[in-house]
């Protein structure tokens, strides 16, 4: 699970100035990433706030003892000596080497047999870093050998004092609890059981998240008894690196593992064509909440050219004949004249070229087209009863609708990544093959965009 990183280096005691400015070039890394994060809409799925207000309250403590007076030296330099910095700067150090942040400081439970629903407080892990999409746990510690030899010994003399009739024929100690239960476990074997119980409940397409220990602080071959602990655990320290040339890698591709084809949804083709993505659309007074909510979204997230036109460049775009009908009956119903102009650019209900298309989807809209997108989109009749679907696919098929039958199915047999925002079926196929699927190998492959759009459509009664 684990491997043993050790250095034991050995450095002069830093002063309360020395460990400012690092903690002030900590935070100025961390506030230029979460800028990062925004500017890329990732500010609400990858969790760092915690962790930023720990580095900010660090500061603030670190501020008053660089501007304390030294009448009392040793009191200081007490306090300095403590600092969480060297901590706090090993986590970071950890998540400029590694891919797919999801979050930082995260408390995971996990519920034991027989225990109420609410008595989750003592059941729960800190993780320090989740990263590889999740499936990736880091747990950092500064425990120094001597400290580990205390928490040793410390158990070592509660064992001493333990009655002789725990001892067997042969002088053993014949008490052996099961790894779960086990009272002789020193605090850094038990924080690490804690974070396998935790891992264990979580699943992610079948599979449970990777604990990796990282503990800079420790030496190996200097004491046997330590050796014997290290066994059972393996830790990964990394070299400080420019933050600037890892702070791309740190977000997840979600395009990395698209097919060259891709699958289209109804979704996607209703938000390709609506006004919400192509125009400066202003609120009004018969909008409902739902389109008021889309108006303020997209002034924030600009769908197209930061999430929808980076999946679709440079792929051939396919949709069901289902979904293309479906797509077409909604706009003909409430769509308004642009939107119905973009659906036949988009769908190649005109004779013009790929390149005439982009130029006249251009017109139509607030931003550019990139040369990239392939269009028109190309409508397929799916097969009746394709073959190459897995078992566990019969029951995804049992609880989904004629149109998402379809989509879902049809992309599945093809072996492409479906792209669609909705929600609420990608919830439904998997609650489903985490169940029936034996294997991540079975799932299919599907891309949900993170925010939908609805057509803007007109005004109830209007006939226009």
Known sequence: MTEVYTNGHSQAPATA???????QTLLSELEMFKEYLKSRKQDHQVEIAHFRNTVKSELRTLQRLASASSDDENTNQHTVNSSNLPFLESVWRVVKN????????????????????????????????????????????????????????????????????????????????????????????????????AAKEVRIRTRSPRITLVLPKLKEGEVAEIDKILDQLRALAYPSVPFESVMPHLLTDPFATFTSSLNIDCTILLALVSDFSHCSVTTEPWFHRALKRQVEIEDEENLLPNLLYPALANRVLLCTDEA??????????????????????????????????REELEKQSRFEVP???????????????????????????EQLTSINQSVFLHGWARGITTVTSNRTVVKQIENILAKEASDEKEWPLIWLCPTARSLVGKEKGRKD
């Not at 003592?122 to 747990?139: H, M, R, T």
């Not at 009908?325 to 769908?347: C, P, W």
């Open 17 to 23: 100035s020395d460990l400012l400015s690092r903690c």
């Open 98 to 197: 590694n891919n797919g942040l999801q979050a930082m400081q995260k408390r995971f439970y996990w519920q034991l047999k027989g225990q109420k629903r609410g008595q989750k407080k003592q059941n729960s892990a800190l993780v320090d870093v989740v990263a590889g999409d999740g499936l990736e746990w880091f747990k950092v510690s500064l425990l120094t050998n001597n400290r580990l030899l205390f928490d040793k010994a410390k158990l070592g003399w509660e064992d001493a004092s333990s009655s002789d009739e725990e001892e067997d024929e042969d002088g053993q100690n014949d008490k052996v609890a099961p790894p779960e239960d086990n009272e002789d476990d020193v605090p850094l074997i038990k924080m690490t059981k804690d974070l396998v119980r």
């Open 324 to 357: 293309a009908r479906r797509m077409r009956e909604i706009v003909d119903t409430i769509g308004t004249a642009g939107e119905k102009e973009r659906t036949k650019l988009f769908m190649g209900d005109t004779e013009l070229s790929a390149a005439q298309l």
């Open 371 to 397: 040369a990239s997108l392939r269009l028109p989109i190309v409508t397929q009749v799916p097969e009746e009863e394709p073959t190459t679907l897995p078992p566990s696919a019969k029951a995804v098929k």
